[in-house]
């Protein structure tokens, strides 16, 4: 099973960088527009990329 992002809901800030640097789509705010989700986890392609660009650290890769 290839790592997918975890995202930490106390430690995401909502500021949408990973969401604009996630290139498959995968990652989206979620309805409150406050914190980002793993919306299409089918269509993450495990990069890291999110985790990377992450200002908070909010973000883990985990499997």
């Known amino acids: 099973m290839a790592a ?16 604009d ?9 979620n309805e409150d527009e406050t914190l980002a989700v793993l919306a299409h986890p089918d269509d993450c392609d495990s990069c890291g990329d999110c985790e990377e660009a992450c ?8 499997e």
């Open 55 to 62: 200002p908070a650290e909010a973000i883990e890769m985990v």
């Open 21 to 29: 640097t996630c290139s498959t789509g995968s990652l989206e705010m």
């Open 4 to 19: 997918k992002p975890k995202i930490d809901p106390d430690l995401c800030t909502g500021c949408v960088i990973c969401v």
